[in-house]
Nanobody, 130 residues
Framework: EVQLQASGGGLVQTGGSLTLSCAVS????????IGWFRQAPGKGREGVSC????????YYVDSVKGRFTISKDNAKNTVYLQMNSLEPEDTAVYYC???????????????????????WGKGTQVTVSS
């Protein structure tokens, strides 16, 4: 059974930083990606970033490029999302997810297409105060 456990959210001021973690277990896919969506109050869920399992290639939506960095620690089965220069617009519940093949999650992240993704961790709240 695939399980994802997200953590690391919190309250930070504009310009601050946070690092989210997603601990993953039970994955049996050969080709997959792990990534993040977020959902702000009153808005739909939107893609943020993902990283491929095979080559660690990272993908970002335009709104977070240059500010967020996704990485993975294979030994710990954990994916990290380092978020710098946070803005109030980044306030949201952040959800980690996994999908196979990797290219499908990449497409979903970049097009905000979260329908049909079967694996989600519990969200972690990120609040950026102005």
């Amino acid at each position: 059974e695939v399980q994802l456990q997200a953590s690391g959210g919190g309250l930070v001021q504009t310009g601050g930083s946070l690092t989210l973690s997603c601990a993953v277990s039970g994955i049996t896919f050969d080709d997959y990606a792990i990534g993040w969506f977020r959902q702000a109050p009153g808005k739909g869920r939107e893609g943020v970033s993902c990283i491929s399992s095979s080559d660690s290639r990272a993908y970002y939506v335009d709104s977070v490029k240059g500010r967020f960095t996704i990485s993975k620690d294979n030994a710990k089965n954990t994916v990290y999302l380092q978020m710098n220069s946070l803005e109030p617009e980044d306030t949201a519940v952040y959800y980690c997810t996994v999908d196979s093949p990797a290219g499908r999650l990449v497409s979903r992240i970049l097009t905000n297409d979260y329908y049909g993704i079967g694996y989600w961790g519990k969200g972690t709240q990120v609040t950026v105060s102005s």
